[in-house]
Nanobody, 125 residues
Framework: QVQLVESGGGLVQAGDSLRLSCAASGRTFSSYVMGWFRQAPGKEREFVAAIWSAGSTVYADSVKGRFTISRDNAKNTVYLQMNSLKPEDTAVYYC???????????????????WGQGTQVTVSS
């Protein structure tokens, strides 16, 4: 069992930066694929970024070059550094953990067994 707690969301202006954190419980954090998803009002949850235990990363095209996912296995924490934020980045951001091997594409919510409660990010224009 893994419990995830996100933090770091808030209200910022376009062009600003935020860093989200996701603290995980459990002794096997390093073996999980960690992902960030987001969900805007009236929209489906969408993939943002993922990171494997060894550090390989993948990003959605919409955030590539602006967002950076990282993890600190010693601290059981995954981060999402968000730069050059845009109003369209406004959403609830969720952290997720998936056991390897994933049972579907890492870009889909179904690949992840554990989810945090989400943290709101609002970007004003």
């Amino acid at each position: 069992q893994v419990q995830l707690v996100e933090s770091g969301g808030g209200l910022v202006q376009a062009g600003d930066s935020l860093r989200l954190s996701c603290a995980a419980s459990g002794r096997t954090f390093s073996s999980y694929v960690m992902g960030w998803f987001r969900q805007a009002p009236g929209k489906e949850r969408e993939f943002v970024a993922a990171i494997w235990s060894a550090g390989s990363t993948v990003y959605a095209d919409s955030v590539k070059g602006r967002f950076t996912i990282s993890r600190d296995n010693a601290k059981n924490t995954v981060y999402l550094q968000m730069n050059s934020l845009k109003p369209e980045d406004t959403a609830v951001y969720y952290c997720a953990a998936g056991r390897w091997p994933l049972n579907s594409s890492m870009r889909t919510p179904g690949a992840y067994q554990y989810w945090g409660q989400g943290t709101q990010v609002t970007v004003s224009s």
